[in-house]
């Protein structure tokens, strides 16, 4: 099976038991919930065991990568393509770009709780939606 089917089929696979739940449940049927139920959370258990096993596999994966690239020397042919240093000076305008933006969004943050306060104390609700 190709692998952009498999979370096709697996999602289809959870619809379906979900629905087989649901059904048991809605005709009094405990043993058909019971075994749609237990499925379904072991498919879930096995998906969870699967995607564990592949995150320790990658780790140990670049693990290796990043060893055998260091070992090998930065003046070496592993890396043909030189890397730029930074400027301090772009360095630090990029710190300042960063830090305007955060700025920004907290000076909106706070003007929003600020509105919202004065709605509550207002007797109103604190959201934007009209509750009618």
């Known amino acids: 099976m190709p692998a952009r089917l498999v ?6 696979a959870g619809i379906a ?5 649901v059904l048991g449940v809605a005709l009094e049927l405990p043993v058909l919930a019971a075994a749609a139920g237990g499925l379904l959370g072991a498919g879930i258990l ?3 065991l699967d995607s564990w096993r592949r995150v320790r596999s990658m780790r140990n994966y670049l693990r ?14 592993a890396s043909p393509v030189p890397v730029p240093q930074a400027a301090p000076a ?12 955060y700025t920004g ?10 509105e919202a306060l004065a709605r509550l104390a207002a007797g109103r609700p604190a959201h934007d939606h009209d509750p009618r």
């Open 7 to 12: 979370p096709l089929v697996g999602s289809a």
């Open 105 to 114: 969004r907290l000076d909106r943050m706070q003007v929003t709780l600020d």
């Open 17 to 21: 038991l979900a629905l087989v739940l």
């Open 90 to 101: 772009d360095v630090l305008g990029a710190v300042q770009v960063l830090q305007a933006q």
């Open 64 to 77: 290796d990568e990043i060893r055998r690239a260091a070992g090998s020397g930065q003046g070496s042919a």
């Open 46 to 48: 096995a998906v969870q």
